[in-house]
C-alpha cells in the first residue's frame, strides 16, 4: 500500500503548528529566565542590601552597616556627651537617640589638691579654694573571680555530752542558708554569668571555658554545661508558672524557626528539629516562651496551646491550623515583605510600578497603625473601622485585578496570591483593637535565639535542647519586664532553695517583689 502524498496546505499547517509550539515554549523559556534574573536580583539585595523592608526616600550605600561597622558608625569630631545633672523629681529627657546615660551608676571620687607645700602664694599669703572642675570617665571592671569561703560552725555541751538523758541534742550546727548547687563549687552568680553569657550574649562555652582560664579560673565546659542542666531545677517550675499565665490570656503571638539536634532518636545527625516560640502580647505580663520539638508537626502548638482559648498571631505557615477555639490573625509584615521582594528582584522601584503600589497600600496600613500607638484598644478598634477599613477595600480590589494582569510564577504574582490566600487572616486584626498588625513581636523574640544558633551551631542532645528553650524563656522573659538576666538569675538561684512561705509567683519577672537591683533602671 502507497503513502498518501501531503498535501501543499497540510504541510504548511504542520509547519504552522510547529512554529506556535516553538514560539510559545520559547515564551516560556524567557518568562522563566526573567523570573529567575529577578530571583539573582533579589538574593543579592538579600545578602548585600538593607533587611528591612521600611521604605525610605534615601538610599544607603552597600556593605557599609556589614562590613565597616566601626568605620561607618565613627564621627572623629563628635562631641563627648554632656553630663547633666537633674533634680530628682525632674524627668531627664534625651537629647538624641546616640547617648550615654551614667545615673544610678557608683562613683568613686578622686581629688586633686595642691601639695602643703605649695598652698603658700610667692607673695607670702595662703591660696584658698574658689571653685573645682569635675570631668568624669567611665571605668569598665572586666569580670572577677573570687571565692566564698563557708564555714559552718559545730557546737556540742560537754554536759549533756556526760549526764544528759538524751532528749536534747548534744551536737548543734550553726544555720547554714540551702545552697542551689550542693556538691559544687557553683554559686548561683556563677551560674547565672554562664547563662547570661550564653543566652543572651551569644557566647558559646567553649569561648567561656578560654575567657576563665585567661584569668586564671580552670573550669571546663562541661562542668559549665553541668551548671545549665543543674539549673533548670529552679527554671523550670519557673517557666510551667508563666505557661499557665500565658494560657489564660486571649492574645498569644507565635513563631518557629529550626534547630540541629545531634542525637535525635530516629533522626540523622544533620536533620532539622525546631524551637517553637509563643509569646504574649502588649498588654499583660511579658511572658515569652520557647519550647523544643523534634519536628514542625502542627500538632506541636496544639499540644502546646491546649485550654488557649483567644487570638492566635503567626505567619501563614499551615500548622497553626485546626487548633481549636482559635482565630488566627495573619501578619501584614510577611504581606508587606512580598511586594518588597518583587521591587528588589525587578532591581529599581520604577521597574515594578504594580508592586510600588502594592507596597504603598501596606505602608498605608502601617502608617495607620503608627499614628493609633497610643490610643486605647476600644478607640483604636474604632478608628480602625473608619480608616484601615477602607484601605484594606481598596487593596482587595486592586489585588483581585493584579492577579489577572500579572503573571503567576512572577514574585508580583506570589506576593498577591499570598494576600489572597490569607485574605480573612490578614483582616482579623479588625477584630479587636489590643491586636497588632504583624507578628514582628514574635520575630523580635525570637531573633537572640537565631544569632546565638550561628554562634553554638547545634545542640547535642534532645535533653539540652529542652534546657536551651526553658533557660532562653527564663531570660527573653525578664529582659521583656525590664529586669537584668544576671541579677535575676542570682536572685532565683539564691532565694528558691531557702523559700518557705513566699508563693511562686513573686519570682515570676513581672513580680512587684523582685528587688530593685534586678531592675534596669528607668531611663
Not at 236 to 262: G, H, W
Given at each position: 500500500?502507497?503513502?498518501?502524498?501531503?498535501?501543499?496546505?497540510?504541510?504548511?499547517?504542520?509547519?504552522?503548528?510547529?512554529?506556535?509550539?516553538?514560539?510559545?515554549?520559547?515564551?516560556?523559556?524567557?518568562?522563566?529566565?526573567e523570573?529567575?534574573?529577578?530571583?539573582?536580583?533579589?538574593?543579592?539585595?538579600?545578602?548585600?542590601?538593607?533587611?528591612?523592608?521600611?521604605?525610605?526616600?534615601?538610599q544607603?550605600?552597600?556593605?557599609?552597616?556589614?562590613?565597616?561597622?566601626?568605620?561607618?558608625?565613627a564621627?572623629?569630631?563628635?562631641?563627648?556627651?554632656?553630663?547633666?545633672?537633674?533634680?530628682?523629681?525632674?524627668?531627664?529627657?534625651r537629647?538624641?537617640?546616640?547617648?550615654?546615660?551614667?545615673?544610678?551608676?557608683?562613683?568613686?571620687?578622686?581629688?586633686?589638691?595642691?601639695?602643703?607645700?605649695?598652698?603658700?602664694?610667692?607673695?607670702?599669703?595662703?591660696?584658698?579654694?574658689?571653685?573645682?572642675?569635675?570631668?568624669?570617665?567611665?571605668?569598665?571592671?572586666?569580670?572577677?573571680f573570687?571565692?566564698?569561703?563557708?564555714?559552718?560552725?559545730?557546737?556540742?555541751?560537754?554536759?549533756?555530752?556526760?549526764?544528759?538523758?538524751?532528749t536534747?541534742?548534744?551536737?548543734?550546727?550553726?544555720?547554714?542558708?540551702?545552697?542551689?548547687?550542693p556538691?559544687?563549687i557553683?554559686?548561683?552568680?556563677?551560674?547565672?554569668?554562664?547563662?547570661?553569657?550564653?543566652?543572651?550574649?551569644?557566647?558559646?562555652?567553649?569561648?567561656?571555658?578560654?575567657?576563665?582560664?585567661?584569668?586564671?579560673?580552670?573550669?571546663?565546659?562541661?562542668?559549665?554545661?553541668?551548671?545549665?542542666?543543674?539549673?533548670q531545677?529552679?527554671?523550670?517550675?519557673?517557666?510551667?508558672?508563666?505557661?499557665?499565665?500565658?494560657?489564660?490570656?486571649?492574645?498569644?503571638?507565635?513563631?518557629?524557626?529550626?534547630?540541629?539536634?545531634?542525637?535525635?532518636?530516629?533522626?540523622?545527625?544533620?536533620?532539622?528539629?525546631?524551637?517553637?516560640?509563643?509569646?504574649?502580647?502588649?498588654?499583660?505580663p511579658?511572658?515569652?516562651?520557647?519550647?523544643?520539638?523534634?519536628?514542625?508537626?502542627?500538632?506541636h502548638?496544639?499540644?502546646?496551646?491546649?485550654?488557649?482559648?483567644?487570638?492566635?498571631?503567626?505567619?501563614?505557615?499551615?500548622?497553626?491550623?485546626?487548633?481549636p477555639?482559635?482565630?488566627?490573625?495573619?501578619?501584614?509584615?510577611?504581606?508587606?515583605r512580598?511586594?518588597?521582594?518583587?521591587i528588589?528582584?525587578?532591581g529599581?522601584?520604577?521597574?515594578?510600578?504594580?508592586?510600588?503600589?502594592?507596597?504603598?497600600?501596606?505602608?498605608?496600613?502601617?502608617?495607620?497603625?503608627?499614628a493609633?500607638?497610643?490610643?486605647?484598644?476600644?478607640?483604636?478598634?474604632?478608628?480602625r473601622?473608619?480608616?484601615?477599613?477602607?484601605?484594606?477595600?481598596?487593596?482587595?480590589?486592586?489585588?483581585?485585578?493584579?492577579?489577572?494582569?500579572?503573571?503567576?510564577?512572577?514574585?508580583?504574582?506570589?506576593a498577591?496570591?499570598?494576600?489572597?490566600?490569607?485574605?480573612?487572616?490578614?483582616?482579623n486584626?479588625?477584630?479587636?483593637?489590643?491586636?497588632?498588625?504583624?507578628?514582628?513581636?514574635s520575630?523580635?523574640?525570637?531573633?537572640?535565639?537565631?544569632?546565638?544558633?550561628?554562634?553554638?551551631?547545634?545542640?547535642?542532645t534532645?535533653?539540652?535542647?529542652?534546657?536551651?528553650?526553658?533557660?532562653?524563656?527564663?531570660?527573653?522573659?525578664?529582659?521583656?519586664?525590664?529586669?537584668?538576666?544576671?541579677?535575676?538569675?542570682?536572685?532565683?538561684?539564691?532565694?528558691?532553695?531557702?523559700?518557705?512561705?513566699?508563693?511562686?509567683?513573686?519570682?515570676?519577672?513581672?513580680?512587684?517583689?523582685?528587688?530593685?537591683?534586678?531592675?534596669?533602671?528607668?531611663?
Open positions: 500500500m502507497e503513502d498518501t502524498p501531503k498535501t501543499q496546505d497540510s504541510t504548511e499547517y504542520s509547519w504552522q503548528e510547529r512554529a506556535l509550539k516553538a514560539e510559545a515554549e520559547l515564551a516560556k523559556a524567557l518568562q522563566k529566565l523570573y529567575l534574573e529577578a530571583q539573582l536580583r533579589l538574593l543579592t539585595a538579600k545578602r548585600f542590601g538593607r533587611s528591612s523592608e521600611k521604605t525610605s526616600k534615601d544607603l550605600q552597600l556593605f557599609e552597616d556589614v562590613f565597616n561597622e566601626a568605620e561607618s558608625n564621627e572623629p569630631f563628635a562631641p563627648e556627651p554632656e553630663l547633666i545633672t537633674v533634680p530628682a523629681h525632674q524627668r531627664a529627657k537629647k538624641k537617640k546616640k547617648g550615654v546615660s551614667l545615673e544610678g551608676l557608683p562613683e568613686t571620687v578622686v581629688e586633686y589638691r595642691l601639695p602643703e607645700e605649695e598652698l603658700t602664694c610667692s607673695c607670702g599669703h595662703e591660696r584658698h579654694i574658689i571653685g573645682q572642675e569635675v570631668t568624669k570617665e567611665l571605668v569598665v571592671v572586666p569580670a572577677q573570687s571565692v566564698t569561703k563557708h564555714v559552718q560552725y559545730v557546737y556540742a555541751c560537754r554536759h549533756c555530752e556526760n549526764h544528759g538523758d538524751g536534747a541534742p548534744v551536737v548543734v550546727k550553726a544555720p547554714k542558708p540551702n545552697r542551689a548547687f556538691g559544687s557553683a554559686s548561683p552568680s556563677a551560674v547565672a554569668h554562664v547563662i547570661e553569657e550564653k543566652y543572651v550574649m551569644a557566647v558559646p562555652l567553649y569561648r567561656q571555658e578560654k575567657q576563665w582560664e585567661r584569668r586564671g579560673v580552670k573550669v571546663s565546659r562541661q562542668n559549665m554545661a553541668n551548671w545549665i542542666m543543674a539549673a531545677h529552679w527554671l523550670q517550675p519557673i517557666y510551667d508558672r508563666m505557661k499557665q499565665v500565658l494560657l489564660s490570656q486571649d492574645i498569644i503571638f507565635a513563631d518557629e524557626t529550626t534547630l540541629q539536634v545531634l542525637q535525635e532518636d530516629g533522626k540523622k545527625a544533620e536533620s532539622q528539629s525546631y524551637m517553637w516560640l509563643y509569646r504574649s502580647g502588649r498588654y499583660g511579658g511572658i515569652v516562651l520557647f519550647e523544643y520539638q523534634p519536628t514542625r508537626s502542627g500538632e502548638p496544639k499540644e502546646f496551646l491546649k485550654g488557649f482559648k483567644g487570638y492566635l498571631v503567626t505567619d501563614a505557615y499551615g500548622g497553626y491550623n485546626g487548633i477555639d482559635v482565630t488566627r490573625v495573619g501578619c501584614w509584615a510577611h504581606a508587606r512580598g511586594f518588597d521582594e518583587a528588589k528582584a525587578a529599581k522601584r520604577s521597574k515594578a510600578p504594580q508592586a510600588a503600589e502594592g507596597l504603598k497600600f501596606c505602608n498605608d496600613l502601617f502608617d495607620i497603625e503608627n493609633l500607638e497610643d490610643v486605647d484598644p476600644k478607640e483604636r478598634y474604632a478608628r473601622l473608619l480608616r484601615s477599613k477602607p484601605v484594606l477595600d481598596a487593596f482587595l480590589a486592586w489585588l483581585e485585578k493584579t492577579r489577572e494582569e500579572c503573571a503567576k510564577q512572577s514574585h508580583l504574582g506570589k498577591v496570591e499570598y494576600c489572597l490566600n490569607h485574605w480573612k487572616e490578614l483582616n486584626f479588625l477584630l479587636d483593637g489590643r491586636l497588632e498588625l504583624s507578628n514582628n513581636r520575630e523580635r523574640s525570637i531573633k537572640p535565639f537565631v544569632i546565638g544558633r550561628k554562634n553554638f551551631l547545634f545542640c547535642i534532645p535533653r539540652g535542647a529542652k534546657a536551651s528553650a526553658t533557660t532562653y524563656s527564663i531570660v527573653e522573659s525578664a529582659k521583656e519586664n525590664g529586669l537584668k538576666p544576671f541579677e535575676y538569675l542570682t536572685y532565683l538561684f539564691t532565694e528558691l532553695p531557702n523559700a518557705t512561705t513566699k508563693a511562686l509567683d513573686e519570682f515570676l519577672p513581672w513580680s512587684e517583689s523582685l528587688p530593685d537591683n534586678c531592675r534596669i533602671p528607668s531611663k
